[in-house]
């Protein structure tokens, strides 16, 4: 399929542990699953848990075999595996496409195909296989890959904090204390930036993909301006978030790439992007372009674009050629403290 597998869903009875816990008065994890599931973690996998048991049960076994801290968003429950499956891509922002769902049982594997088409599945009986995978075995693991499941902890707690927040949404952004740090890739960012090239599909403006050593090529390359952007606020760091990929052209700068993780869309990030490349473009006193792609999942960053100032140039289909005009003098989020 291509696309890698950002979460494994586990069922629990028969798959992660022998036996039925209901059923029995003991069970036993299988051979080798600590392991996997660890080394899942430590590629950058995330994972979680959609079984059929009751919650406190199940969840006290996770704690007595020491596994729980691995699982996000754990749907134990009497409830359609399926819609558990939606719940788990949808707390995590993650398409069902890059789930893949571990059963013991053919019958709940089969909904799963036909509820979730894209969702991938998997027989326990293979559970071993995972490692080996195509699909589960990352190019690099970078610090933040090794990290993600921590951030996803963090993000918990913001949006727990958001939730008992009185006030409006902006009020709330400026209690978080944000700092962005927007810099020049170095070689030491390569990558994790191929990472954030195939890994992120929604906020992404074109799609484009490089290779390690096509990566390479950009940073001393006096054609184009390769920034990185990494996020951080009181709850910790999200890690490099964004890319920015500007050309040098006989007609002005063109933004060939912009992108972020999905797990900041709610900050504001790509207005302050934006604002920076704005500023950058009128410095050098450069017209200011950029390519889009239209894809089933990008919308967001058209209309982010469009609040921004942007205008259609061009349109060919799907690909559209953006030329930023406006003369509303623009300024970063206020609740956003840049460093460069």
């Known amino acids: ?21 209901l059923e029995a008065d003991h069970v036993s994890l299988k051979d080798g699953i600590v392991e996997i599931i660890k080394t899942l973690d430590s590629r950058g996998i995330l994972q979680s848990i959609a079984s059929k048991n009751e919650f406190d049960i199940a969840y006290k076994k996770l704690i007595e075999f020491d596994i729980a801290e691995y699982f996000l968003f754990p749907q134990i429950s009497w409830n359609s595996k399926a819609d558990s ?79 008992e927040y009185v006030g409006s949404k902006e009020e709330f952004l400026a209690t978080l204390d944000m700092e962005l740090t927007i810099s020049k890739v170095s070689e030491e960012d ?22 390690y050593e096509e990566l390479a090529g950009l940073i001393d390359s ?67 372009y950029a390519e889009f792609k239209e894809t089933d999942r990008n919308r967001v960053m058209y209309i982010i674009y469009k609040m921004m100032g942007f205008i259609e140039a061009e349109r060919n289909e799907g690909d559209i050629l953006l030329k930023y005009e406006s003369d509303t003098k623009r300024d970063y989020p206020s609740y956003i403290k840049i460093l460069k």
């Open 85 to 163: 499956i939606k719940h788990i891509a949808e707390s995590l922002n993650i398409g069902l496409d890059t789930i893949l769902f571990v059963d013991d049982s053919e019958t709940e594997l089969e909904e799963i195909r036909y509820l979730c088409p894209e969702a991938r599945t998997l027989d326990a009986l293979k559970y071993t296989s995972i490692l080996q995978m195509d699909d589960t075995m990352p190019k690099f693991i970078t610090e933040d890959s090794a990290r993600r499941r921590l951030m996803y902890m963090d993000d918990s707690k913001r949006n727990q904090f958001e939730n």
């Open 1 to 21: 399929m291509g696309i890698k597998i950002k979460c494994v869903v586990w069922d629990l009875d028969n798959t992660i542990w022998d036996g039925t816990l």
């Open 190 to 211: 390569l990558q994790r930036v191929e990472e954030l090239t195939i890994r992120t599909n929604q906020l992404n403006s074109t799609g484009y993909t490089f290779s």
């Open 222 to 288: 006096d054609k184009q301006i390769f920034l990185i952007a990494e996020l951080s606020d009181k709850f910790g760091n999200y890690g490099k978030i964004g890319l920015v990929l500007l050309e040098r052209t006989e007609n002005g700068l063109l933004l060939k790439l912009l992108l972020m993780s999905c797990r900041v869309m709610t900050k504001g990030i790509g207005s302050a992007m934006l604002v920076h490349i704005i500023k950058m473009a009128q410095a050098e006193g450069e017209e200011l």
